[in-house]
């Protein structure tokens, strides 16, 4: 093609490209990306309300009775608007709060990431830490990439980039 290759160049564009998405999914929802349809990831995504009330009301059910997987999956489907939800990031926290206390190191990342950006919740970067860090302890690839990014932007931290 006529340029040099470059591997931090590339990865430089990519990571721009990479944020733009997350930030546009964590924005609008997975609903304003039409791509899932074009790669056969299913219509779920895109469904309209009510299409999906029989496993909502499963999902509810089984997180009152204190199921951490419902109760985190729940948490996903309010906080990207899928499977007939309406997006809803206050439900999203609650619901990934709930399986967190019960030491979900899913939602426990999940919950660190809304409350270090502040989607939903008022920002938090001690409640973050100690989200991101009881995940990353339980072994939790979200968790030890939350830690890196609080060590990475100094956030409720002293930024140190060897720790990141």
């Known amino acids: 093609l006529g340029v040099p290759k470059s591997c931090e ?5 990519y990571e721009l490209a990479a944020n733009a998405a997350v930030d ?6 997975v609903e304003s990306i039409k791509d899932y349809e074009r790669l056969g990831l299913g219509t779920s995504f895109n469904s309209k309300p009510g299409n999906d009330e029989d496993l909502i009301d499963y999902y509810k ?7 951490t997987n419902s109760q985190y999956t729940l948490g996903q489907y ?14 999203a926290a609650k619901y990934f709060y ?11 990342a999940s919950l660190g990431n809304m409350l270090a950006k502040g989607n939903g919740v008022e920002m938090d970067f001690k409640g973050a830490l100690s989200n991101f860090s009881s995940a990353a302890k339980s072994g939790g690839a979200g968790g030890m990439n939350g830690l890196g990014y609080l060590y990475l932007y100094g956030l409720g931290v002293t930024q140190n980039t060897e720790e990141a």
């Open 24 to 29: 546009r999914i964590e924005n609008e929802g």
């Open 61 to 67: 059910h089984s997180a009152d009775k204190g199921d």
């Open 78 to 91: 309010y906080y990207y608007g899928v499977r007939g939800v309406k997006r809803d990031m206050e439900l």
């Open 98 to 108: 709930l399986a967190a206390q019960a030491g979900d190191p899913s939602a426990q």
């Open 9 to 13: 160049t590339a990865v430089r564009y």
